[in-house]
């Protein structure tokens, strides 16, 4: 089995992004599994062009993707991605569509097709706060899941995958007011048991109330 793990590039103000930061650290194989991680831009559509090149020539079993949530506390698996792009700030190319489609040929929305529950579970269990997230915003990593399920649904109808957000790393939050950080090593170990709980529940997600009040 192979199971291809992206991260981003550092944008905004920051000049670090942790998602990649962890991604670059996870080991070669986990369990019988090759791992092969890739960094992309924050750049709106190259993202997607450069997944989809990574999934022709790669052909992995598995595509989870990553990217930093500043201001979330937990490792967030993320269980749907929108098709629309509304960016508040602008890309690392100056792009910022407002209220735009991914794709005008692609579903409203499409479903993580990885068990997101067992992933959950699974990273809570070692004592790492974690959560299934409902969405993940409008921004370039809401739009790279969608992309990635859009070329599922398209093109790569046996790869599985989502996206799961982390939160800043405490260097980044030390001139930031209450803002909630996780250790670097945590979310590598956090990012591990995920794709641990993916490559063990191939046939399906487990039934536990991991649902959201709002
Ligand atoms: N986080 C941003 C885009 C890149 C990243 O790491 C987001 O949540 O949309």
Redesign the pocket.
Same mark, same amino acid.
């Given at each position: 089995m192979k199971v291809l793990v992206t991260g981003?590039t550092p944008?905004g103000v920051e000049a670090i992004?942790p998602?990649f930061e962890a991604v670059k650290a996870l080991p070669d194989k986990i369990d019988q599994a090759e791992i092969i991680t890739l960094e992309v831009s924050?750049v709106f559509h190259e993202s997607i062009e450069i997944l989809d090149k990574a999934i022709e020539i790669n052909k992995p079993d598995i595509v989870i993707c990553v *990217?930093? =949530?500043g201001g979330r506390f937990d490792i967030t698996v993320e269980r749907v991605a929108i098709n629309i792009d509304d960016a508040r700030i602008a890309d690392n190319k100056g792009n910022q569509p407002i209220d735009e489609p991914i794709f005008s040929d692609g579903q409203p929305a499409y479903f993580a097709n990885v068990p997101i529950k067992a992933m959950v579970e699974k990273i809570r269990e070692s004592g790492i706060p974690a959560s299934v997230s409902n969405s =993940? *915003?409008t921004?370039?990593?809401?739009?790279i899941m969608y992309g990635l399920m859009y070329l599922i649904d398209k093109k790569y109808s046996n790869v599985r995958g989502t996206f799961i957000?982390v939160p800043f790393i405490p260097q980044q939050v030390v001139d930031k007011y209450n803002a909630p950080s996780m250790e670097l090593n945590l979310i590598t170990k956090a990012l591990k048991l995920a794709l641990q709980a993916a490559i063990e529940n191939a046939t399906g997600d487990i039934k536990t109330a991991l649902g959201s009040i709002c």
């Open positions: 981003f944008f992004n998602s924050t *990217g930093q =949530a =993940a *915003g921004f370039v990593c809401n739009h957000h």
